[in-house]
């Protein structure tokens, strides 16, 4: 049985998850699409501000900042290593 997709924001801090797909406006998602946010790439939740937004994310190597109401539209599947692997 396959878990179905959960928001960016639901990730624990160090966990990765594959992006599945991002519901916002096309303008957005081209944008982070250029960023790396692309189906099927894995994105590493890194860290949280001080005071809870934004936050931090892996991907491909880079750092990206997210505000919790843009990172809750990008839906992810867990990876089946999310805590374990090492972090790029």
Do not use: K
């Not at 944008?31 to 894995?42: A, N």
């Amino acid at each position: 049985m396959t878990e179905a997709p959960l928001p960016l924001t639901d990730l624990a801090m160090g966990e990765a998850g594959t992006i599945d797909h991002i519901s916002l406006p096309l303008a957005d998602q081209q944008f982070l699409m250029r960023l790396g946010f692309v189906p099927g790439v894995e994105v590493r939740f890194s860290r949280r501000a001080p005071l809870g937004d934004p936050s931090v994310y892996s991907i491909d190597g880079t750092q990206i900042v997210l505000r919790s109401e843009t990172a809750g539209r990008i839906f992810v599947s867990r990876t089946e290593c999310s805590r374990t692997c090492e972090l790029p």
